[in-house]
């Protein structure tokens, strides 16, 4: 998977000319990871009653941790956010 995705970097930069910075694919990656500790640790805690409101739970509470990361680490920031349909409107 990791060199589909290479492979994929490099096809883009020749095509268009566009440099994707190694450092930003470490700090997604770093995003994600947390992500998912994050939704491990939702899931296993087992809290909600029913385990439908746990997996909601997990999938929407990890959602907001990986944005903000991604808000954090500069990744992301107002006017990429004011994109986003419906939530866009919020940081306008």
Do not use: C, E, Q
């Amino acid at each position: 998977m990791a060199l589909v995705t290479l492979l994929h970097w490099i096809s883009v930069v020749r095509l268009t000319g566009v440099r994707l910075l190694p450092g930003d694919f470490l700090k997604i990656g770093a995003a994600m990871t947390i992500m998912g500790a994050v939704a491990l640790w939702i899931w296993n805690a087992g809290r909600l009653p029913g385990v439908w409101l746990d997996l909601i739970a997990a999938g929407l509470l990890s959602l907001v941790v990986y944005l903000l990361l991604l808000m954090a680490m500069k990744l992301v920031d107002r006017h990429d956010a004011a994109r986003i349909p419906i939530l866009g409107r919020l940081f306008k």
